[in-house]
């Protein structure tokens, strides 16, 4: 049975709390020479590091370093709703996120029996304009190459810089985090969330193209978030930094 520290939730100013915590850092995420591999899982687009060392989350909230393993994509079928957080019930378009697995202890497996294993940072997508606006530049490392993947199974390797955009959202200060879980069945109560909230604008067209894919059945992946869920009595902040 679900306890009460589900994910997702609304990020609501009524039930937030304010705190300052130390600088947070992505180490390697961004980098100009990164190598990443993109694959079409069969319910969403799943990106992992080719790096031998990986991508490093610290600070902010965290009390240990965590290790990037892989980032999640989530949609709807139209671009009013898609993302699974939400702030002060505005929804958006769709969102990122990039799983890091806290390194003390020593497997990801480990991880998702403890209440600090998984430390998630999401991004939130907002589509602007309509079929004619241009794409984002920065996130046409992604959406460019969506269509080798359009089939279950399917991956393909990206050019450097691919992850880049997540750099221009984080120079800003201020970001909401709490204690939840997985969105994914079984749903472990595992997740330090950082949800940042200064979306980034992508275009139409560039939404469309994560419907464009296909699950193993052959059929349009045109949905794959959680609705939210109950706050109930959970801690959620808006950090600022030191």
Same mark, same amino acid.
């Given at each position: 049975m679900?306890?009460?520290?589900?994910? &997702?939730?609304?990020?609501?100013?009524?039930?937030?709390?304010?705190?300052?915590?130390?600088?947070?850092? +992505?180490?390697?995420h961004?980098?100009?020479?990164?190598?990443?591999?993109?694959?079409?899982?069969?319910?969403?687009?799943?990106?992992?590091?080719?790096?031998?060392?990986k991508?490093?989350?610290? $600070?902010?909230?965290?009390t240990?370093?965590?290790?990037?393993?892989?980032?999640?994509?989530?949609?709807?079928?139209?671009?009013?709703?898609?993302?699974?957080h939400? #702030?002060?019930?505005i929804?958006f378009?769709?969102?990122?996120q990039?799983? =890091?697995?806290? +390194?003390?202890? $020593?497997?990801?497996?480990k991880?998702?029996?403890? /209440?600090?294993?998984?430390? %998630?940072? @999401?991004?939130?997508l907002?589509?602007?304009g309509?079929?004619?606006m241009?794409?984002? &530049? /920065?996130? /046409?490392?992604i959406?460019?190459? +969506?269509?080798?993947?359009?089939?279950?199974?399917?991956?393909?390797e990206?050019?450097? $810089?691919?992850?880049r955009?997540m750099?221009?959202?984080?120079?800003?200060s201020?970001?909401?985090?709490? =204690?939840? @879980?997985?969105?994914?069945?079984?749903?472990?109560?595992?997740?330090?969330? #950082?949800?940042?909230? =200064?979306?980034i604008?992508i275009s139409?067209?560039?939404?469309? %193209?994560?419907?464009?894919?296909?699950?193993?059945?052959?059929?349009?992946?045109?949905?794959?978030?959680?609705?939210?869920?109950?706050? =109930?009595?959970?801690?959620v902040?808006?950090?600022?930094?030191?």
């Open positions: 679900l306890s009460n520290t589900t994910s &997702p939730i609304d990020l609501n100013k009524m039930y937030l709390l304010h705190q300052k915590f130390p600088p947070l850092y +992505l180490d390697g961004a980098d100009d020479a990164g190598k990443y591999t993109m694959s079409n899982t069969g319910s969403t687009v799943r990106i992992v590091s080719d790096e031998e060392e991508p490093i989350l610290r $600070g902010g909230p965290l240990d370093d965590y290790q990037f393993y892989e980032m999640q994509f989530r949609w709807g079928e139209t671009d009013a709703r898609g993302a699974e939400s #702030i002060d019930d929804w378009s769709m969102e990122a990039a799983m =890091h697995w806290n +390194l003390n202890y $020593g497997s990801i497996d991880c998702y029996e403890k /209440s600090d294993g998984i430390a %998630a940072v @999401s991004y939130l907002q589509v602007i309509c079929s004619e241009v794409d984002n &530049p /920065s996130f /046409s490392f959406t460019d190459n +969506l269509y080798e993947i359009r089939f279950t199974g399917q991956s393909k990206l050019p450097n $810089g691919s992850l955009w750099d221009d959202v984080c120079t800003k201020g970001y909401y985090t709490y =204690h939840g @879980s997985l969105t994914t069945s079984p749903y472990p109560e595992c997740v330090n969330w #950082i949800v940042i909230p =200064h979306s604008k139409k067209n560039q939404a469309e %193209a994560f419907r464009n894919l296909y699950d193993s059945k052959g059929n349009r992946i045109s949905s794959n978030y959680r609705q939210d869920q109950k706050i =109930h009595d959970r801690k902040f808006l950090a600022m930094e030191n």
